[in-house]
């Protein structure tokens, strides 16, 4: 077990151990690739804590129910200017607008009179078009109320600092609701729900910030192949780069890839199994139990997220054991709920790792 008082010590020892002093040269740095990269990410970025008068009755309704969702972010453009390199968006198909413009939670709390913030106050979510959120109804707080806004905080920031590291958004394709009617019931993500989410990519993203699987295939028979024979991307010639990941390994992301062999044309990697053709980035999001395959597909150059925390388990109880099985695994983006300090649970709580290579060295 790791105190508090010593992780930046084991960080440290840790990351030195795994790759080497931070104070790499710069010629050394051009060599490097993005699967050398260490980074931070955050998990549900866009998320605002749910309203605290919710939360009771939810808990009273179903005990232990919030437990897992009691946690939230700043902006997004704050958590880049924290050295946050990995964000994740989940994302809602709205193609007429106003699904998601009255939460079920919102509007009952304001019939029982209840003093709440202004749930979408310009009317972004009667517009058509992508809408981000956590669970509709309830825990629909959040930091940029469309896609398109999402995108273009991040592309804004990545305009004003070129130098950054790439920037990996991985995205949910969210369908579930928070129950049956009165609650509002999400719409399947079909092939035209997933052309229309490329479309808004690529309307926000210019192509020379995009990282496409395209690009990172390049001559080779499958994306698959690119990565295993040549790897990803030099680092040096993907920063201030965008990439996107479609978190899914099920039936959405056979729907993505139908039509499109090796993510021909798409703007989104997959999660896609090893041995496949699009197989090239990973989520596996238990350091712990899965340590020694983050270790293989990491040594084999794929891409690999986890994550150092989760549900706020390990917030509740100060644990740094799965951020010590995260350092170890080598895996390139570990993902936390605390990359700043707990101040619900009294623990302090908080995941801290400075990114590698320096982007003051590129």
């Not at 930046?8 to 993005?34: D, H």
């Amino acid at each position: 077990m790791i105190h508090k008082k010593n992780v930046t010590a084991y960080l440290f020892i840790a990351l030195t151990a795994l790759i080497g002093c931070n104070s790499t040269s710069s010629s050394e740095q051009k060599g490097l690739r993005m699967t050398d990269m260490r980074v931070l990410g955050t998990h549900n970025s866009y998320k605002k804590p749910i309203d605290d008068v919710l939360k009771e009755i939810m808990e009273e309704r179903a005990p232990g129910s919030v437990k897992g969702l009691e946690y939230g972010f700043p902006s997004l453009s704050e958590q880049l200017d924290a050295g946050i390199r990995k964000l994740e968006l989940d994302v809602v198909y709205d193609p007429e607008g106003g699904m998601y413009s009255q939460p079920y939670g919102y509007v009952e709390l304001k019939k029982m009179g209840v003093d709440i913030e202004v749930f979408d106050p310009e009317g972004q979510m009667n517009a058509p078009g992508f809408k981000v959120l956590h669970v509709p109804d309830v825990d629909y707080r959040t930091q940029c109320y469309t896609f398109v806004a999402c995108l273009e905080e991040v592309q804004q920031w990545s305009q004003e600092h070129p130098n950054h590291l790439p920037i990996t958004i991985m995205m949910n394709a969210k369908d579930g609701g928070a129950g049956p009617e009165p609650f509002v019931q999400p719409l399947e993500f079909d092939k035209q729900a997933f052309q229309d989410w490329d479309k808004e990519i690529r309307a926000v993203i210019p192509e020379s910030q995009l990282l496409t699987p395209d690009e990172v295939r390049g001559d080779f028979e499958t994306l698959e192949q690119a990565i295993l024979e040549r790897g990803w991307p030099l680092l040096e010639q993907v920063k201030g780069r965008i990439l996107f990941l479609l978190d899914h390994s099920d039936r959405k992301m056979q729907t993505y890839i139908e039509g499109h062999p090796s993510l021909e044309g798409r703007a989104m990697f997959v999660n896609a199994p090893q041995g496949t053709p699009e197989a090239s980035f990973m989520v596996i999001n238990d350091p712990i139990r899965d340590l020694e395959r983050i270790k293989e597909m990491v040594s084999l150059g794929y891409m690999v997220r986890t994550r150092s925390d989760a549900n706020t388990t390990e917030a509740r109880e100060n644990d740094f054991s799965r951020f010590e099985a995260a350092i170890e695994s080598g895996a390139q983006i570990i993902s936390t709920d605390y990359y700043e300090p707990d101040t619900l649970f009294g623990t302090g709580f908080h995941i801290q790792m400075d990114m590698y290579p320096s982007e003051n060295e590129q």
